[in-house]
């Protein structure tokens, strides 16, 4: 699910409905993520820098051995979000 060129929005958002429907672990999206999101070599536009950084950190709890910081419902919401802006 990965590739070596800058990923563009489908596969965002791929890799968002993969969380969302438990296809993949957050910690992996979040991984994915931070490898793209964190080279400041990289230009992107408004819309996929806004969904890999919450991609990025897609992972955290509330405290160790806590519940996610941003609950399934969340992550649907901004898989939502994503697609209402992408214009589908």
Do not use: K
Not at 16 to 32: G, N
């Amino acid at each position: 699910m990965g590739s070596a060129e800058q990923p563009g929005l489908d596969e965002i958002e791929h890799w968002f409905a993969a969380v969302a429907d438990d296809r993949v672990s957050r910690d992996e999206a979040d991984r994915w993520a931070a490898r793209w999101f964190l080279d400041d070599e990289l230009h992107w536009d408004d819309l996929s820098l806004w969904a890999l950084g919450l991609l990025h950190g897609i992972d955290l709890s509330a405290g160790p051995g806590g519940p996610y910081l941003h609950g399934e419902a969340q992550v649907r919401d901004w898989l939502a979000e994503l697609r209402r802006r992408r214009g589908r």
